[in-house]
């Protein structure tokens, strides 16, 4: 059984950083690719960023690109999420996902983390 445990989230003024970690237990080798999806209060949950298994193909939604990265660390079964110049439409419950095929989560889903930006 794969398990995905995230942790980093928190409240941040607008312009601040955090970085997200998601770390893979279980039979990881059968995840390729790793992203994150993210729930705001009242919406629909929503792509933000995939990586696939080497970390030279990466994939973000418009919303978020040039400002947050995703990274990984196979060695470690983790992958990041450093999210830079945050703003309050980013306010969201941001969850890890295995293995996303394009914008479309896989099966495999974390507990999910809660990133609150204030203005």
């Known amino acids: 059984q794969v398990r995905l445990v995230e942790s980093g989230g928190g409240a941040v003024q607008a312009g601040g950083s955090l970085r997200l970690s998601c770390a893979a237990s279980?039979?990881?080798?059968?995840?390729?690719?790793m992203g994150w999806f993210r729930q705001a209060p009242g919406k629909e949950r929503e792509f933000v960023a995939a990586?696939?298994?080497?970390?030279?193909?990466?994939n973000y939604a418009d919303s978020v690109k040039g400002r947050f990265t995703i990274s990984r660390d196979n060695a470690k079964s983790t992958v990041y999420l450093q999210m830079n110049s945050l703003k309050p439409e980013d306010t969201a419950v941001y969850y890890c996902?295995?293995?996303?095929?394009?914008?479309?989560?896989?099966?495999?889903w974390g507990q999910g983390t809660q990133v609150t930006v204030s203005s």
């Open positions: 996902n295995a293995p996303p095929l394009g914008a479309s989560p896989g099966t495999y």
């Open positions: 279980g039979p990881t080798f059968i995840l390729a690719a």
């Open positions: 990586i696939g298994r080497s970390g030279g193909n990466t």
